[in-house]
């Protein structure tokens, strides 16, 4: 006769972190972003010109603003 043990990991909600929504794209995030460096910021809000930088945003659309070979 052989017995099977399974192990199972059960974590409470405090453990997870909660979703937020992108305030430019509504997508949910587990993290926000908050960029700080002016010319990201400048640029989003020239096509987004509500949002304010304490809203964050997030990382897929903090890619699209961050830009190598800007001036």
Not at 29 to 58: K, M, N
């Amino acid at each position: 006769m052989h017995l099977l043990y399974f192990h199972v990991i059960v974590l409470p909600t405090a453990c997870i972190p909660p979703m937020e929504d992108c305030p430019l794209c509504a997508h949910e995030d587990q993290e926000l972003r908050y960029p700080d460096d002016p010319w990201i910021t400048d640029e989003i809000q020239a096509r987004f010109p509500d949002w304010r930088p304490e809203q964050g945003l997030c990382g897929t659309c903090l890619k699209e603003f961050e830009n190598p070979f800007r001036p």
